[in-house]
């Protein structure tokens, strides 16, 4: 595995929705979303996440 596939997230977690931000860990901000707290969100937000790459 390459560093540039190795990424680190960041959750803020609110009582109805958590705030996640992606970064590789070069520091390149990547994305971030808002997922609702839910069964639905949490999964989205797993996905979110690990669809940028492997979590360091």
Excluded at 12 to 25: E, P
Excluded at 28 to 50: C, K, M, N, V, W
Aim: glycine content about 8%; some cysteine.
């Amino acid at each position: 595995m390459n560093d540039q596939s190795l990424i680190v997230a960041g959750v803020d977690t609110h009582k109805d929705t958590h705030y996640a931000a992606v970064i590789s860990v070069t520091g390149e901000h990547l994305s971030a979303a808002q997922f609702p707290t839910t069964d639905a969100g949490y999964r989205a937000l797993e996905g979110f996440i690990t669809c940028h790459g492997a979590l360091l």
